[in-house]
């Protein structure tokens, strides 16, 4: 069963950046695709980010142009890069895998890290 690590939150201010880093305990090849959820304070979960095994890329309309997706397979690691971030963007974020698509698009996913605490102040 594969263990997603996140890392990478912190607090900054509105305009500032950050780079999430996901460390999976197995090849990403293996577990599929991957993708990057969110959640606010009274808000529910939302789907960020995802990639597929091929590298197809999609986005968050609130995220487009600002946040890139990415991984390294070498390194079984998936990346967000945050950039002009606002303080809407403020919220627990989650690494989320699955070998299905639909089930990840969907946020079913089966694996899950802890999330780590984006805090981005005006």
């Known amino acids: 069963q594969a263990q997603l690590v996140e890392s990478g939150g912190g607090s900054v201010q509105a305009g500032g950046s950050l780079r999430l880093s996901c460390a999976a305990s197995?090849?990403?090849?293996?577990?599929?695709?991957m993708g990057w959820f969110r959640q606010a304070p009274g808000k529910e979960r939302e789907r960020v980010s995802t990639i597929t095994i091929g590298g197809t890329t999609s986005y968050a309309a609130s995220v487009k142009g600002r946040f890139t997706i990415s991984q390294d397979n070498a390194k079984n690691t998936l990346y967000l890069q945050m950039n002009s971030l606002k303080p809407e963007d403020t919220a627990i974020y989650y690494c989320?895998?699955?070998?299905?698509?639909?089930?990840?698009?969907?946020?079913?996913?089966?694996?899950w890290g802890q999330g780590t605490q984006v805090t981005v102040s005006s």
């Open positions: 989320a895998a699955d070998s299905r698509l639909d089930r990840l698009w969907l946020g079913h996913a089966d694996y």
């Open positions: 197995e090849s990403t090849y293996s577990i599929g695709y």
